[in-house]
Structures are given as structure tokens and as C-alpha cells.
């Protein structure tokens, strides 16, 4: 239904076009490869791979389509993480349209945009986690064993439980699932 309206709304603007939709990120990628549409307007959380995940996947295959993300977490991890992967704009949902229209007129442009809140809140709290961190903690999270997650990752158990050891100790917390709780909280994962 959300899907649907923002599609219509977005369509009643004279200089949007709004060539298709997706109901998950597989689909959305799928289209962007197709279609080669110039913004992708998603959301963080999605069937499938993530909005995080499709504008990843878009840079590096080097499309030219740019990403806005309209979403409901304001986490200051989440854009920072966005950002990384080359998002152009990302806005809150309680955002008024006429903000979303404008945020992909600009990000069509070329430049950037960003909800002002959220942006100046990030960088207030840096994500402390690196890469294989987020990695071994978004498993554990999950539930999975050291030793799977080792074999998942082709690390030794040992080196599974000093990254976990390190992403605890870096966010405070006295289990791995408490770290990960936090670590989602904040958008890191």
C-alpha cells in the first residue's frame, strides 16, 4: 500500500517519472540493471537484500543510477553506512513529499540529501566497529555458533572469539548478544 501511494505521488510530480517498483531488493537491483533508471528511491529494510545492500551492489557494478533511501530509522549508523556505499540521499518518512521530491531532484543533480538532523548527529557517534567485526557480531547475533561462524567466514574459532571479545569490549557490553543488540540499535548492523 505505501509502495503504491509513494509511487503515485512521486508520479504526480511533472518532472518524475516513475518507471517501476519493487516489492524487495532482489527485484530492485534486478530493475536498476534492466530499467537503468537515474535514482533508486528505497528503503533501508527490505525482502531480500537490504536498501544498504542494493546501493552497495549498484557501485560496485558502476551504474550509473543513484540512490535515495526513504526510510523510518533515524540511526545515525545507517547513514553512515550509507553513505559509504555511495548513497546520494537519504530522508526520514515523516518527511513532508514536497522534501522527498526535492531531496531526488538534488540527488539527480548530483549532490546530496541528507535529513540535517541526522546528519549532524552522525558525526557525534562514530560506528567503533571495523568491518569483520560487524561481520562476526551481525552472526552471533543471529544466533550461530563460534564454530560456524568460523566456517562461514573461513576463520579459526579462536580468531572468531577475539572479534568478538574486541567488538565487546568496544560497545560496552558483557555478551555477544547484548553487542549486537546495541550494535543494531544504532544502525551498525
Known amino acids: 500500500m505505501v509502495l503504491g501511494a509513494l509511487g503515485s505521488l512521486l508520479a504526480l510530480e511533472p518532472d518524475i517519472d516513475v518507471v517501476a517498483t519493487a516489492a524487495d531488493g532482489d527485484e530492485a537491483l534486478r530493475l ?19 536498501g544498504l545492500d542494493v546501493a552497495a551492489e549498484i557501485r560496485r557494478h558502476g551504474l550509473a543510477t543513484r540512490v535515495v533511501i526513504l526510510t523510518t530509522f533515524a540511526r545515525t ?39 540535517p538532523t541526522l546528519a549532524v548527529d552522525a558525526w557525534a557517534e562514530p560506528d567503533p566497529l571495523t568491518d569483520r567485526e560487524r561481520q562476526v557480531l551481525q552472526l552471533a547475533g543471529d544466533g550461530h555458533p563460534n564454530a560456524d561462524i568460523a566456517s562461514h567466514l573461513h576463520l579459526s574459532e579462536g580468531t572468531v572469539r577475539n572479534y ?20 543494531r540499535d544504532r544502525g551498525w548492523l
Open 32 to 50: 536498476v540493471k534492466t530499467l537503468q533508471p537515474d535514482i533508486l528511491l528505497t528503503d533501508i529494510e527490505m525482502p531480500g537484500r537490504s
Open 77 to 115: 549508523g545507517y547513514l553512515r553506512r550509507a553513505l559509504d556505499a555511495g548513497v546520494g540521499g537519504y530522508l526520514l518518512k515523516d518527511a513532508p513529499s514536497a522534501a522527498l521530491a526535492d531531496a531526488i531532484r538534488t540527488v539527480h543533480q548530483g549532490g546530496r540529501a541528507v535529513d
Open 164 to 183: 568478538l571479545s574486541e567488538a565487546m569490549r568496544k560497545l560496552g557490553a558483557p555478551n555477544r548478544t547484548a553487542a549486537a543488540r546495541l550494535a
